[in-house]
């Protein structure tokens, strides 16, 4: 079935199912999008690109050190790398 047929509640459930999303759980492979017109096919894609990466480190840590971020409060641009 596609998002456009169905109840109202029928796709609001669907839009927030990852099963209706990910066509490969637990998988990367088949996660390529051959339709980027195609919402669920982009959703495919991003939901494994998302869970390929959410548990990196890097991810935890905090983004900006303090001195970024007295300029950031300052209103101003924080040099160094951002």
């Given amino acids: 079935m596609s998002v456009a047929q169905g109840s109202i509640d029928d796709r609001q459930e669907q839009w927030f199912d990852s099963a209706w999303w990910d066509r490969t759980p637990d998988s990367l492979l088949g996660s390529h999008a051959d339709n ?3 919402i ?3 959703m495919n894609f991003i939901c494994d690109l998302f869970r390929s990466y ?3 480190p890097g ?3 905090a ?3 303090p001195a970024q971020c007295a300029q950031i409060e300052a209103g101003r641009i924080p040099g160094g790398a951002l």
């Fill in 36 to 38: 980027w017109a195609d």
């Fill in 63 to 65: 983004p900006y050190t």
């Fill in 54 to 56: 959410h548990v990196d």
């Fill in 59 to 61: 991810l935890f840590g």
């Fill in 40 to 42: 669920r096919d982009r």
